[in-house]
């Protein structure tokens, strides 16, 4: 069955097609960050107006590029939620009356969910069970996985999520939105040993994070070399945008190594944009060796949001035989706030 599945819940369009049996045929991305960029992060009435405009055209797109016909499409699958409210109800309100007017089943998708089965995009594929480091702009947590719908939040993040404390000392730092991809590139020309910032929690004995200590140490740092130098040169900037890039890898990695010897499981995946990070995927192929285990990451245009992801999800639970196709209910809501636990099997 061929499924088309629409992203949009925050500042990414993304539509996708993929088959239950063969996988992936086609996929399309609008990101909208040169929109947000000149005010420093994301609007959101501007992210639901700006996906109404490329919703349809990328939908087009994916179908010219698989060469498929909409007859032939059997579900539509959308995000549902966690997300913007706005720019969620343009992809479930697409996705719902595209279905309504097919006679196809609609299929709501959690937005982590996406995420967390990503890695299986990619060849290897790793198997069941794993943990799963999900590290996005909003969420930090670490999973057990033991299926499709099988998922068991071990650890998270007591208050900013991975990605968002690159984001927010990009920021501070006068990077560009967002951060992450920005504090990376910077931090190649740095060194990291040159300030000493916290790695907060990375001794404390469960799996959660705590993240906003070190935007405030970054802060403090920024003022004091300010005030003894005036402002910060090149060479402090990307000092200190490698010091900040180490302590959040250093953090991630220790406890998703944590996770892997007290769960005793020997895959690790990794998922989210903060997954795109070229110093947190190395660190963790090193420690996962060193582990005797594997590191399984998705493809990196996969990492961000994406339309794939969401109709590969809904594949795999259509697969897991966890959809009712017969539901030709085209009611619908999005949920702004949604715990990923309300998907799964026992909920
Ligand atoms: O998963 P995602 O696209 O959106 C959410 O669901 O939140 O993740 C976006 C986050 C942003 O905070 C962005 O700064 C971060 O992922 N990010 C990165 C990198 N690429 C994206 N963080 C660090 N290094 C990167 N290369
Ligand atoms: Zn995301």
Redesign the pocket.
């Known amino acids: 069955m061929i499924i088309i599945g629409f992203e949009s819940?925050?500042d990414?369009t993304g539509v996708a097609l993929v088959c239950t049996e063969r996988g992936l045929l086609a996929h399309a991305l609008h990101s909208q960050i040169a929109m947000h960029q000149e005010y420093g992060g994301v609007v959101p009435e501007l992210a639901s107006r700006d996906h109404i405009r490329r919703v349809l055209p990328l939908t087009r797109q994916v179908l010219q590029q698989a060469g498929v016909k909409a007859d032939q499409i059997g579900a539509v699958a959308y995000t549902a939620g966690p997300g913007l409210a706005g720019a969620l109800l343009v992809g479930a309100s697409v996705a719902q009356s595209f279905a309504w007017a097919r006679g196809l089943p609609a299929i709501p998708i959690h937005?982590l969910e996406g995420?967390l089965l990503s890695p299986l995009l990619a060849s290897p594929r790793p198997g069941f069970p794993f943990v799963a480091l999900l590290v996005?702009?909003?969420?930090t947590q670490i999973m057990r996985v033991d299926g499709v719908g099988n998922y068991q939040l071990l650890g998270e993040t007591l208050d900013d999520a991975a990605?968002?404390a690159?984001?927010k000392t990009a920021k501070l730092m006068g990077l560009g939105y967002?951060?992450?991809?920005a504090?990376?590139r910077l931090a190649q020309q740095g060194d990291a040993s040159v300030y000493d910032l916290p790695r907060p929690m990375l001794h404390s004995r469960d799996l959660d994070f705590s993240f906003s200590g070190l935007k405030t140490a970054v802060l403090t740092r920024v003022k004091n070399i300010e005030k003894d130098c005036g402002q910060l040169s090149e060479q402090q900037r990307a000092d200190l945008a490698a010091a900040t890039e180490a302590a959040i890898v250093d953090v991630l990695a220790a406890k998703s190594i944590k996770a892997m010897k007290q769960t005793g499981l020997k895959r690790l995946v990794v998922a989210?944009?903060?997954g795109?990070?070229?110093h947190l995927r190395a660190k963790l192929v090193q420690a996962m060796s060193k582990l005797g285990g594997e590191v399984f990451f998705p493809p990196l245009e996969f990492?961000?949001?994406n339309g794939a992801m969401i109709a590969f999800a809904a594949a795999m639970r259509v697969n897991a035989e966890l959809v009712d196709l017969s539901d030709m209910r085209h009611a619908f809501t999005v949920k702004p706030r949604w715990e990923l636990h309300d998907v799964c099997v026992d909920s």
């Open positions: 819940s925050c990414e937005h995420h996005s702009g909003g969420h990605g968002e690159f984001d967002p951060g992450g991809p504090l990376s989210g944009g903060v795109a990070n070229s990492c961000t949001d």
